[in-house]
């Protein structure tokens, strides 16, 4: 921050400034409850030469209030991979299921737009595609925040909800899925060179908000790497300028998450343990009917509580995740 070039890309700069409060603020947690404790050691030392026992309830008082502080702490623990603390670029795609899957994306979009509320995160939608009838048939997300990707790494993957159809006349139960895909917002990204011959690049008009001046001119952005036919679109900018560096900012990231994915690979094919993903393989399945159950196929972590977690109080569900990781 003390480079006399620090400023010249603003928002480059303020994303690093609130990087360090975020540090700061982490540290000095930590540091009030090394103080709390040595106090605390002190008290009993003390307590223990002068053979004052009167002390030892307000010592077991105060050691308790120190080990709720640092189970609280200790979960930050969890978070050891190297782009937890990144930012988060989140989308929602509606699978197999019409209408239902299409509602069904709308829903979890809501349940992680509360989560993040309740965890303070700024939230930008990049590209919205809503359904013909009802629902959302993708969505993606910009999520910014401390471990953003650290705790919404954990919904990566296939969302199974089974329930009565508000869309079915005879009141058939009915399967939906949708795909959540999470990656960390990167910046530089030396293994990802992007060639101008590899890129295709289209613009429309953006059907997102944004005023008069948005539907009416091409400023929404399609990029499509023609190599690994990986597309990002983006139109929640008012500009074309805008919308391209947002688009092609989550391609390098797309792309790195490709480029470590292949190299994870490489590595589980040696080892003989690689099996290939699929569509069927859902990592959470929500039952609304004939009974109430949330369960997470991976840490085998369950709830009855499913309007907790529609609500986006999924804070168990990842932390069970994060300890089944370590």
Not at 219 to 238: D, F, G, M
Request: proline share 1%.
């Amino acid at each position: 921050m003390q480079d006399k070039d620090f400023w010249l890309d603003r928002e480059k700069a303020e994303t690093k400034s609130k990087k360090l409060e975020e540090l700061k603020d982490e540290v000095k947690i930590w540091e009030e409850l090394e103080k709390e404790t040595d106090s605390l050691f002190s008290l009993a030392q003390e307590a223990e030469k002068e053979k004052d026992y009167s002390l030892k309830q307000e010592i077991e008082i105060k050691l308790k209030e120190a080990e709720d502080k640092f189970k609280k702490l200790e979960f930050f623990i969890l978070f050891k991979d190297k782009y937890d603390s990144a930012n988060a670029i989140f989308a929602i795609h509606a699978g197999t299921g019409g209408i239902d899957a299409q509602d069904w994306a709308e829903m979890l979009l809501r349940m992680f737009l509360r989560f993040c509320e309740r965890k303070g995160y700024a939230v930008k939608i990049i590209d919205k595609s809503e359904g013909n009838e009802a629902g959302i048939k993708s969505v993606t997300l910009e999520i910014k925040g401390h471990f953003a990707y650290g705790f919404l790494k954990s919904e990566a993957g296939v969302h199974r909800l089974v329930r009565i159809s508000p869309y079915d006349a005879e009141k058939m139960r009915h399967t939906s899925f949708a795909l959540v895909e999470v990656i960390p917002e990167l910046e530089e990204l030396e293994e990802v060179k992007i060639e101008d011959k590899d890129l295709r690049i289209d613009t429309f008009l953006s059907s997102g908000h944004g005023g008069q001046s948005v539907q009416t001119t091409y400023s929404a952005v399609r990029i499509v790497h023609l190599p690994t036919k990986i597309t990002v679109s983006c139109q929640n900018e008012r500009s074309q300028k805008q919308n391209k560096e947002t688009a092609m900012r989550i391609l390098k990231s797309k792309l790195h998450q490709l480029y470590l994915q292949e190299q994870q690979k490489e590595k589980q094919m040696l080892r003989g343990e690689y099996t290939q993903g699929s569509w069927g393989n859902q990592i959470r399945s929500y039952v609304l009917q004939p009974y109430k159950m949330v369960k997470d196929h991976r840490t085998k972590f369950e709830t009855a509580n499913v309007e907790d977690i529609l609500d986006g109080k999924l804070d168990d569900f990842i932390e069970a995740y994060l300890k089944w990781k370590k």
